[in-house]
């Protein structure tokens, strides 16, 4: 039977990092993106969605990325996957940021 | 918008029932950990009727409900060689669908 990069319980060699810390100005910006995203006004894709384009992703990914990165590569996903944005779009617009702050 | 249907159905099990979890194949989205596959345990509570979330995940606009029961699990029955307390449980909330009776 195949497990899911999520369905970790009972599997040896794993920690836990118990270090607390502020959310990050990145943090709250993807958790507002997706509050916002997931309201009953703009209900633009479910939670549920969000879980299976995170379970989706390769074990490496899976490890590599923290709690609030795993959503941000969801809400891009599911954007695309609704059509509300295209992958030119997002694209785009991360390489215009990335020259306006050269 | 999703058109959610009603389910008429009743709960198939009670509360005090004797189940074993199925074993799989798993859905693409799922929410029974494989941990759990194949072990027996009493349902505890019946918690309601949920949209099922393995369709949610997809973007389906027409989502059946399920009941969601909360089941107890004796840790010996889950993990071979478990060193704790004889009465050491865990509760699960599992979808009807992935409960046979015992």
Same mark, same amino acid.
Not at chain 1, 8 to 30: C, M, P, S, W, Y
Not at chain 2, 41 to 60: D, R
């Given at each position: 039977?195949? +497990?899911?990069?999520?369905?970790?319980?009972?599997?040896?060699?794993?920690?836990?990092? +118990?270090?607390?810390?502020?959310?990050t100005f990145f943090e709250k910006r993807v958790?507002a993106m997706?509050?916002?995203l997931?309201?009953?006004?703009?209900?633009?894709? @479910?939670?549920?969605?969000? +879980? +299976?384009?995170?379970?989706? @992703?390769?074990?490496?990914?899976?490890?590599?990325r923290g709690?609030y990165d795993?959503w941000l590569y969801a809400i891009r996903q599911?954007l695309v996957?609704?059509?509300i944005l295209s992958d030119e779009e997002i694209e785009q617009r991360i390489s215009l940021i990335k020259h306006s702050k050269r | 918008? $999703?058109?959610?249907? =009603?389910? *008429?159905?009743?709960?198939?099990?009670?509360?005090?029932?004797?189940?074993?979890? #199925?074993?799989?194949?798993?859905?693409?989205?799922?929410? *029974?950990? *494989? &941990?759990?596959?194949?072990?027996?345990?009493?349902?505890?509570?019946?918690?309601?009727? &949920?949209?099922?979330?393995?369709?949610? =995940?997809?973007? #389906?606009?027409?989502?059946? #409900?399920?009941?969601?029961?909360?089941? %107890?699990?004796?840790? /010996?029955?889950?993990?071979?060689?478990?060193?704790?307390? %004889?009465?050491? $449980?865990? /509760? =699960?909330?599992? &979808?009807?669908?992935?409960?046979?009776? =015992?």
């Amino acid at each position: 039977m195949q +497990r899911k990069v999520n369905d970790v319980g009972g599997l040896a060699g794993l920690t836990i990092n +118990r270090e607390e810390h502020d959310q990050t100005f990145f943090e709250k910006r993807v958790d507002a993106m997706l509050m916002l995203l997931t309201s009953p006004k703009v209900k633009a894709f @479910s939670v549920d969605s969000l +879980r +299976r384009t995170i379970e989706e @992703s390769t074990l490496d990914d899976y490890s590599k990325r923290g709690y609030y990165d795993k959503w941000l590569y969801a809400i891009r996903q599911l954007l695309v996957e609704k059509a509300i944005l295209s992958d030119e779009e997002i694209e785009q617009r991360i390489s215009l940021i990335k020259h306006s702050k050269r | 918008m $999703t058109d959610f249907q =009603a389910n *008429t159905r009743h709960p198939i099990f009670n509360v005090g029932d004797l189940i074993v979890v #199925k074993s799989g194949p798993p859905e693409v989205h799922c929410r *029974t950990p *494989t &941990y759990l596959r194949g072990v027996s345990g009493s349902i505890v509570q019946i918690m309601g009727e &949920y949209h099922n979330p393995s369709l949610l =995940a997809f973007h #389906k606009t027409s989502v059946s #409900k399920i009941w969601l029961y909360r089941v %107890n699990f004796e840790q /010996a029955d889950i993990w071979r060689k478990y060193s704790g307390p %004889n009465c050491d $449980t865990v /509760a =699960a909330d599992l &979808y009807e669908h992935w409960l046979i009776p =015992a």
